[in-house]
């Protein structure tokens, strides 16, 4: 397994896009919105995808990570880091598999998969920061 934030990134620049689940087109069985802070996790793994997807490094690192991931992902060179690490990956894809909330942190499980390289399990966690939750760690 790649050490630290900014190289365990690598993995999940195979990230990309947040997979949606099909659903059926009856209301009666349609799950209830999510809502609190799962929403919340959602969306900031959403929001990586985003990032990654135009390969907006600076966003990832001044937005998304935690200020303790930024710092071990490069500091002031954490987005440049960033973009040499990404170098190469293809057509990243997510899939959202759980999210777990205990307090002031949460895991996601995600199934990451890049054009050229197989399916990987992986683990985002995330802490809550400034009111929201931000990246503190990818992989694993």
Do not use: H, N, W
């Not at 620049?13 to 609190?36: H, I, N, Q, R």
């Not at 802070?37 to 985003?50: G, H, N, Y």
């Not at 205990?102 to 895991?107: E, I, L, P, T």
């Not at 890049?114 to 399916?119: G, K, L």
Request: proline share 4%.
């Amino acid at each position: 397994m790649l050490d630290g934030v900014r190289c365990s990134l690598v993995t999940v620049l195979v990230v990309g896009m947040l997979g949606g689940c099909g659903g059926a087109s009856d209301e009666a069985s349609a799950p209830e919105p999510v809502t609190g802070a799962p929403k919340q996790v959602a969306k900031a793994v959403s929001d990586l995808e985003r990032a990654t997807l135009k390969r907006d490094f600076e966003a990832i690192c001044d937005e998304l990570f935690s200020s303790d991931a930024r710092a071990r992902a490069g500091g002031d060179d954490c987005a440049a880091s960033l973009g040499e690490d990404a170098d190469g990956v293809r057509a990243p894809r997510i899939q959202l598999l759980s999210i777990r909330i205990d307090g002031q942190r949460a895991s996601v499980r995600v199934r990451t998969s890049a054009a050229s390289q197989p399916s990987v399990d992986e683990t985002i966690e995330l802490v809550r920061e400034d009111g929201r939750y931000l990246i503190a760690a990818l992989g694993g």
